[in-house]
C-alpha cells in the first residue's frame, strides 16, 4: 500500500481545465517536487491533497485512507497533513515561544529538537513583529510540525529569500525527513532548488500531469521542450546538424566541452562565480556549455565535443 495514492483527479473552474487525470504516488520518507509553469495546477494539487481544496473527481488515499475534499467536512485539512503555504501568517506582536505552544504536542524533549532542527532555538523570547522574513517561515513551519503530521506539504518554500536563507532551508528540509520521519512534497519553479533537493519530480502543463521520473531522469531526459526549460539550460540542433537522422538532439550545457578550434564563434557570456555560461554559433545554431575560463571573449572562434548524455525528439 502507497503511503499516498492520487487517482484521476479532475478539477475544473467555470470550464477551464485545473487538473485533468492526475495519477500519482508517494512513498514513505520521500522527497518528491512539483514543477511547472504558472497556471499548471501545482498549487491547486497540493491543496486538494491536503484536503483543503475540492476536486470534482477522483479520489486521495493517505495512509490507506480517503483524504476528504474541503466540501466534505466542516473544517478543511487532514489532520496528518500539514499545508504551509506561500502567504504564511503569524499572530502579531505575540511570543513566538507562546505561537509555538498553542500547536505543539510534542514533549519538552521533542519540542526542543524540533526547534533545533527549524533553526528557531534563539528566536523563542522575540516578538512575532520583531522577525525577518525568513525567521517567520521557520517558525511557521514548526508549528506546524508541532501538530505531529506525517506529510508536508511546502507551496514555493524558497521563493523571495536569499542564497543564505535557501541554504538553511534545504538543511531544515532534509532534517526534517531524516531525524522527525516526515514525507515531503513541495512546489517550486526553482530548478536549482528542485534538483539540489527531490528525489522524483513531477512536471504539470495545463493541469496535466506531462512527465514524472527520478530528479536525474526528468533533468537528463526531458519528454519535450517545456520540461527541458523548465529544469535549466539547454542546446537544441536541429535535423540538420542532429547526430540522430530526422531528429532534433538535445543537449545540456555540462555535457559540451569547450576545446581549441574554429568550429564556432562565441557570441554571449554569463559569469555565474565559479563559471561561466557561454553562448557559441555553430552552423546557424546557438549552442551553450559551462566553462571554468573566466577570460572568454566574444567574437572569438572555439570548438568543442559532447562529453555525455543527449536526448531526441
Not at 491543496?47 to 485512507?65: N, S, W
Not at 559569469?271 to 573566466?294: C, E, R, T
Request: aromatic share 8%; net charge negative; charged share 20%.
Amino acid at each position: 500500500m502507497a503511503f499516498l495514492s492520487v487517482h484521476n483527479l479532475n478539477k475544473n473552474n467555470e470550464g477551464e481545465i485545473v487538473l485533468a487525470n492526475i495519477q500519482l504516488q508517494l512513498n514513505k520518507g520521500e522527497k518528491l517536487a512539483i514543477a511547472g509553469e504558472t497556471g499548471s495546477g501545482k498549487t491547486s494539487l497540493l491543496k486538494m491533497i491536503g484536503g483543503l481544496e475540492q476536486p470534482d473527481a477522483g479520489d486521495i488515499y493517505f495512509e490507506g485512507t480517503r483524504v476528504k475534499g474541503a466540501l466534505e467536512q466542516l473544517i478543511p485539512g487532514h489532520p496528518g497533513i500539514a499545508y504551509l503555504s506561500q502567504d504564511f501568517d503569524l499572530p502579531h506582536n505575540y511570543y513566538v515561544h507562546e505561537v509555538l505552544s498553542y500547536s505543539n504536542e510534542f514533549t519538552e524533549e521533542k519540542a526542543a529538537e524540533l526547534y533545533d532542527i527549524c533553526h528557531i532555538s534563539h528566536l523563542l523570547k522575540r516578538r512575532t513583529n520583531q522577525l525577518s522574513g525568513g525567521e517567520k517561515q521557520r517558525i511557521a513551519l514548526a508549528r506546524l510540525l508541532g501538530s505531529m503530521p506525517r506529510l508536508l506539504l511546502l507551496d514555493e518554500p524558497f521563493s523571495n529569500f536569499d542564497a543564505i536563507h535557501k541554504k538553511t532551508m534545504r538543511k531544515i528540509l532534509d532534517d526534517i525527513c531524516k531525524r522527525l520521519d516526515i514525507s515531503i512534497i513541495m512546489v517550486s519553479h526553482d530548478a536549482l532548488d528542485i534538483l539540489s533537493w527531490a528525489d522524483r519530480i513531477v512536471i504539470l502543463k495545463d493541469g496535466k500531469m506531462i512527465q514524472e521520473g527520478t530528479n536525474r531522469d526528468v533533468y537528463l531526459q526531458p519528454i519535450n521542450e517545456y520540461c527541458a526549460a523548465l529544469l535549466g539550460e539547454y542546446s537544441l540542433l536541429t535535423t540538420e546538424i542532429s547526430d540522430h537522422p530526422g531528429k532534433n538532439q538535445f543537449i545540456r550545457p555540462g555535457y559540451i566541452q569547450l576545446k581549441p578550434g574554429n568550429d564556432a564563434e562565441l557570441i554571449h557570456t554569463e559569469y555565474f562565480g565559479s563559471y561561466v555560461l557561454v553562448s557559441m554559433l555553430y552552423q546557424n545554431q546557438v549552442i551553450k556549455a559551462f566553462s571554468s575560463n573566466m577570460n572568454m571573449v566574444v567574437g572569438n572562434k572555439t570548438s568543442f565535443d559532447i562529453t555525455g548524455p543527449k536526448w531526441y525528439l
